[in-house]
């Protein structure tokens, strides 16, 4: 994967609160992200044009484009519209797949981007990559973090819960990442970032430790917290590596070979937890595995509606989606049939420690 861009490190403001989307129009117009109030603001369908509705009366002079699907010909056809004047700011409205073109948009128009999520599905809220696809294949776009981040915990609340849940996955995911960077700095003296590696860290910590829930203002906070720390870290060393190893390789690999099964944060969260089981850190996969139990994660195959052979071969093909990346499972180099046996030993310490 290509290095990430780092021209800004940290976002200038960052809001996680009820109601905070009532604060935008004070946000835009610091000089920083707009001199002149002259703001494109992009919203995906549902939510993202509801908010779009509230905040309109507040700001001088906003054009609005609506996108539909998180693909590089949306990105594309959005940054032709977005030359067609002089605009200070390009505000994304709505879930992953609005922020992210908005994101690649804004970025080859040399704008700052402000995100307001309306769902905690994945680390995309303030990282410097954008998933889009590009002719049926789901790619990953360097771009810059955005300037300013907002997420309105009421308009989480109101948004498909399997959505907001799936981001817990995503964050705990962090601490498989790290093992498989901490790895390849053993076996290849590739260099791990201290601060980032920090960044990822805390908070996958926190949603581990939290015993919240998504009905819990509390819990949800620190999820979106870990979800923009995680971004953060991505940022800090230029790379998606402090959040995206082994784990993240499953997931593309399912992404490839079988798409529509699960979302971004329910695959890495399941490919988290094998990768873990792999490395044999018995504690780690105890807790993770609590975790994505207490939260209605999937942590088989099945439940995202994989067989065992699917899965099995979404593993061996996982490597050749990062081919720069050493994670667990280029370090351990499973034949077909080992991996079959290890994902039979992995369903049975499931069934037999943790039910």
């Known amino acids: 994967m290509p290095l990430l861009a780092r021209t800004i490190l940290t976002p200038l403001h960052i809001d996680v609160r009820r109601g905070a989307v009532a604060d935008l129009a004070a946000i835009l117009a610091d000089g920083r992200i707009s001199a002149g109030g002259d703001v494109a603001v992009v919203v995906g369908p549902g939510q993202g044009e ?39 700011a390009v505000v994304g409205i709505g879930g992953g797949k609005t922020i992210d073109v908005a994101k690649y948009a804004a970025t080859r128009r040399g704008l700052p981007m402000v995100t307001v999520a309306t769902s905690l599905a994945n680390d995309g809220i303030a ?31 109101a948004g498909p819960e399997r959505h907001n849940r799936a981001g817990i996955g995503d964050a705990v995911s962090n601490i498989s990442a790290l093992a498989d960077w901490e790895l390849a700095r053993q076996v ?50 230029g790379t998606s590596r402090p959040a995206s190893g ?14 529509g099964t699960a979302s971004h944060g329910e695959l890495a969260g399941l490919g988290a937890l094998f990768c873990t089981f792999l490395r044999g850190d018995q504690r780690r996969f105890a807790e993770m ?41 280029e370090h351990l180099a499973m034949s077909p049939t080992e991996t079959r046996e290890r994902l039979a030993d992995y369903a049975g310490a499931l069934h037999d420690h943790l039910g």
């Open 50 to 88: 509801q908010i779009a509705e509230l905040i309109r009366p507040s700001l001088r002079s906003a054009d609005m484009f609506t996108v539909a699907g998180g693909t590089l010909d949306a990105a594309d056809d959005l940054g032709a519209k977005l030359r067609a004047r002089s605009y200070d």
């Open 127 to 157: 990282s410097p990559v954008a998933s889009l696809v590009n002719e049926g294949i789901k790619g990953s776009y360097g771009v810059h973090i955005p300037i300013a981040v907002i997420v309105d915990l009421d308009f989480v609340a």
């Open 188 to 237: 290849r003296g590739e260099p791990v970032d201290g601060l980032a590696a920090s960044l990822a860290r805390m908070g996958a910590e926190a949603v581990l430790a939290h015993r919240g829930d998504m009905t819990d203002d509390a819990f949800v906070t620190v999820l979106a917290e870990a979800l923009i720390s995680s971004g953060l870290a991505m940022a800090v060393c």
């Open 246 to 259: 082994g784990c993240h390789e499953i997931m593309h690999a399912i992404d490839a070979l079988f798409p």
């Open 289 to 329: 595995s609590a975790c994505l139990a207490r939260h209605g994660l999937p942590r088989l195959p099945a439940a995202v509606g994989l067989t065992d052979d699917q899965f099995v071969e979404a593993v061996q093909f996982a490597p050749a989606t990062r081919p720069d990346r050493y994670t667990i499972l």
